[in-house]
């Protein structure tokens, strides 16, 4: 296969996108100017390495269950859902609403981190603040949020393509992710307005919640701070791997600035708005392409 054949099969960027990434470009190379510095100096990880926190109030085991139970959740409450849905079980359905942004995948983004949330503040308030679930320092957390989606952006857009003539190459074929798939079968802008709430809201706060407050603050207990980044955002990156294969090294590299604004700023709060910032400006760009 030729390589023009093997990069047409890459989605195309809207213009605006393509001027976005742009604008972020002198905030990535700054970002990789002193990272590069940091790899030189062989000094340690820069990160608020004080034994004050994460005070774990949790075992790396409970960590770890924990985890696990909330990942399925997220999977197995939408099929319940619709199994109980076609038993005729609920006797209220909106109607109208695509089945991507239906009652299902709501409750599957909004009970598990509801549930974990509840079960780390039986442990403590502690160990709900160490999840990162906190507000303090709000200014800071907006500020890391708004400056990690500039830094990744640029390199997550060089890696998607990557990724997608990765794919072609072995013979698979590119996949849109299902809520981009919707937009383009409904382009309307209430499936957009819905497309935005679940992609820019919704799963943000649950992924971060689930990925990194508790699987990476878990595993920085068993394996160490730079570990626990790199192994939560290697499983946070497989787990979109069915439903959109060329996202994974993407998404990778996305998972890393979250991981590190998380325990950098201690909160959830930075990685929730680059999350957020970047889910909103792929739904808005399969919206205008």
Known sequence: MMVAEVTAAAPEAPLWLILVVVACVPATIVAMLRIGR???????????????????????????????????????????????????????EPLGLPEMFGVAIFLGQAVPPLL???????????????????????????????????????????????????????????????VLETIGEQPTWGVTAMALFQAGIMAPLAEEFIYRGVLMMTLMKAVGIGRAILISSAIFAVMHLPAQPQAVLPLFVLALGLGYIAY???????????????????????FTA
């Not at 608020?48 to 774990?56: F, N, R, V």
């Not at 790396?60 to 399925?72: C, I």
């Not at 950098?264 to 399969?286: D, E, K, Q, W, Y």
């Open 38 to 92: 940091w790899w030189i100096s062989g000094a340690p990880l820069p990160l608020p390495l004080d034994k004050a926190w994460p005070a774990l109030r949790w075992s790396p085991a409970f960590g770890l269950g924990l985890f696990v139970l909330l990942a399925l959740a997220t999977q197995l409450i939408p099929h319940a859902y619709m199994a109980g849905k076609e038993q005729d079980f609920w006797p209220w």
């Open 116 to 178: 974990g949330l509840a079960a780390l503040w039986l442990l403590g308030r502690g160990a709900a603040e160490t999840a990162g679930v906190r507000i303090a320092p709000l200014g800071a957390g907006l500020l890391a949020g708004v400056v990690a989606a500039a830094v990744v952006l640029p390199v997550c857009m060089v890696a998607l393509k990557i990724n997608v003539i990765l794919v072609v190459l072995a013979g698979g074929q590119p996949q849109l992710h299902p």
């Open 264 to 286: 950098r700023t201690r909160s959830l709060v930075g990685p929730t708005i680059a999350h957020s910032l970047f889910n909103s400006l792929m739904v808005l760009s399969a």
